[in-house]
Structure formats: structure tokens, C-alpha cells
């Protein structure tokens, strides 16, 4: 195994070659094309709040890329998270531990910014990654599926009347808050991560509220990033509060969908939109599919559904096992905003 070094990497004119390499790689590996736009990803990557990061590692000799992560710090109703987007050792290095050392280091960086989980898919019919994930990270799938919905920016559904859908303010988070303790899924808990997301430069809150000023549902998106593409989309999770029924609720998670969906068409941000579903709840799985789309998929092929698997806690703040790859203590994350 070489002797190399992985860091947190500044992604600049000079350095975006040797990613882009890997990138190139990422997607002749998943069979597909990079199709985006060098300047772009560049400026994404270099921004005062940027979407996505970049894990990357290199032979100490010869200051090769070896293999990358990039991933997005996210926020949700499970608190904050960093979502795996790609990772990727380069052909020739594969099987050597760089797979599960940068893996080791997304931990560190998630266990430096304070983060509750860490996230990402993995395809169905790739069983040798699956066990990777489970065997070696002690990954679990999670109650989440996430669907592919961003037909909806040029076929937008028309959301059923009624509901009154904008961004949080304060008055709105305190209408939410009293609440708390009063339906079973509001947590405190969950009430902090509801405002910790309402404060981030990548999120934001929406709220659906009835004729009569209830509060139906409220729905969270992140800003995230696609290294194929080169494309900002959103991911976005919701959940039920004052909702008289499941037809009730639906209805609240369409006009939340439809709002976002006009927000996205506003601010160009119209790569993806990946909806995620909690498994366990009847309302939004009839929401999910009144809109008829197919969970994501890595390609055509049915069997190349994307899973989405993750890490706690215990596991991101367990201590690190002795690692031959060199991390310099320099190589902090940011904290968090």
C-alpha cells in the first residue's frame, strides 16, 4: 500500500484537474458521462458557503489523487448530517484501505463540525459496496427512500388550494414550537434541528399552513451537489403536524413540493429533486405515489434502486482505529454555522 496523506482540499484552478481525473473515473465506473461545466464547479467549490467538500487522497511521492469524497453538510429533522455524494479510489488502488480510510476521515470531519449522522446510497444490485458499507463502516439502511422527482420543474402538478406555503419566520417557528409535547412526533429534539435547519446557508424551512392559519406540514431542502452533473438540486424531507388526515397531510406535502419546486425554477437550481420518504409513514408514501415516480436509481436498470445507508452517533463518535493513512492536524473541518 503507498504511503499517502488525506486532506480536506481546497478545490481551485490549479487542483480541479487532478479531481476532475477522479471524476471521470466516478463516472465511467457508474457507466455514465461527466456532463458539466469545469467553471462551474469550480466557482461551486470555491464558494464563502460551499455546497460540497472534497476529502482527497494522495501519494505522499508522487502527489497523485488516489481517490476522493465529496460530500454536503446538510441539515434535517434528525439534526445535522453530512451527506455522502461520491466516493471513489482510482482503478489501480482499490482494495488497498483507502476505500475505508477516507471513510474514516469523513467520520473525523463529521465527529469536528458536530453532526448527528452520516449519509449516502449505494445501488441495490452492487452487493461487494453493500458489504463494504455494512461489513467494514458498520453502516445500517435506513427508514428512508429517496425518490426522483425533478420531472416536476418542467411538469409542475398543480397543488390543491387551501394551503398557505412560504418560508419560516420567527412567528412561525414559535407557532410550531407550541406544539411540542402535544403530537407525539414533535419532538424537542426535533423542534431544535427544525430551527438549526431555518438557520443554515445551504436550508431552508417551509411551513404549510390551512384556511385557518393550522400548521399542516413543514418541509426542509438542502442545497446540494452533484459532481457528474455539475448541478445544484435539492433534497427535501417532511413531516406531518396539524393534518386532519392522511388525504390531508398528502395534500400539505404537494403544496410544500410545488413551493419548492418554483423556489428551485427561481434560483436556476433545477439539477434534481430528491424527495425523501420515511418508510413508516402511510401519509407520505400516498403522497409519493399520487406523484407516480420511481424511487432513484443509479441507471435504467430496475435493480440499480439507490439504498440509503448511514452511520450514528455512537459510531462517527467511537474512537478511531490506527490508521495507516496520514491525516495532518491541520486538516480541520469548519465548524458549523
Not at 406523484?291 to 436509481?297: A, N, S, V
Amino acid at each position: 500500500m503507498a504511503s499517502a496523506t488525506i486532506t480536506l482540499e481546497q478545490i481551485n484552478e490549479t487542483t480541479f484537474p487532478d479531481l476532475k481525473k477522479l471524476v471521470l473515473a466516478q463516472a465511467q465506473h457508474h457507466d455514465s458521462q461527466y456532463t458539466g461545466d469545469d467553471k462551474k464547479f469550480i466557482e461551486a467549490l470555491k464558494a464563502k458557503n460551499p455546497v460540497a467538500q472534497i476529502l482527497m487522497v494522495r501519494d505522499d511521492d508522487t502527489k497523485e489523487p488516489l481517490g476522493y469524497i465529496l460530500f454536503n453538510h446538510t441539515y434535517g429533522l434528525k439534526g445535522q448530517e453530512l451527506y455522502m455524494e461520491d466516493l471513489l479510489v482510482s482503478g489501480t488502488q482499490r482494495s488497498q484501505g483507502f476505500g475505508l480510510a477516507l471513510m474514516e476521515e469523513l467520520k473525523a470531519v463529521g465527529h469536528e463540525v458536530g453532526v448527528n449522522n452520516i449519509s449516502w446510497t449505494v445501488a441495490e444490485n452492487n452487493p461487494s459496496a453493500i458489504r463494504f458499507y455494512e461489513n467494514k463502516t458498520r453502516a445500517l439502511p435506513l427508514d428512508y427512500t429517496a425518490y426522483d422527482c425533478g420531472d416536476l420543474y418542467q411538469k409542475p402538478r398543480t397543488a390543491s388550494a387551501g394551503y398557505d406555503v412560504h418560508r419560516v419566520d420567527a412567528n412561525d417557528l414559535d407557532l410550531i414550537e407550541s406544539y411540542v409535547g402535544r403530537l407525539p412526533a414533535l419532538t424537542k429534539e426535533k423542534m431544535e434541528n427544525i430551527r438549526a435547519a431555518a438557520a443554515a446557508p445551504n436550508a431552508a424551512v417551509y411551513i404549510a399552513l390551512g384556511d385557518d392559519g393550522t400548521p399542516k406540514a413543514v418541509g426542509i431542502t438542502n442545497l446540494n451537489y452533484s459532481s457528474f452533473r455539475t448541478v445544484y438540486g435539492y433534497k427535501l424531507e417532511m413531516m406531518e403536524l396539524l393534518a386532519k388526515d392522511d388525504t390531508d397531510a398528502a395534500a400539505a406535502f404537494e403544496a410544500l413540493t410545488s413551493h419548492v419546486v418554483e423556489v428551485g425554477k427561481t434560483a436556476g437550481h433545477t439539477g434534481h429533486l430528491n424527495i425523501c420518504i420515511d418508510k413508516k409513514s402511510s401519509s407520505q408514501k400516498k403522497f409519493i405515489n399520487s406523484l407516480g415516480f420511481p424511487p432513484l436509481q443509479m441507471t435504467k436498470d430496475p435493480a440499480s434502486i439507490l439504498l440509503l445507508y448511514g452511520i450514528g452517533r455512537d459510531n462517527i463518535y467511537a474512537p478511531k482505529p490506527q490508521n495507516v493513512i496520514n491525516t495532518p492536524p491541520e486538516n480541520k473541518a469548519p465548524k458549523a454555522p
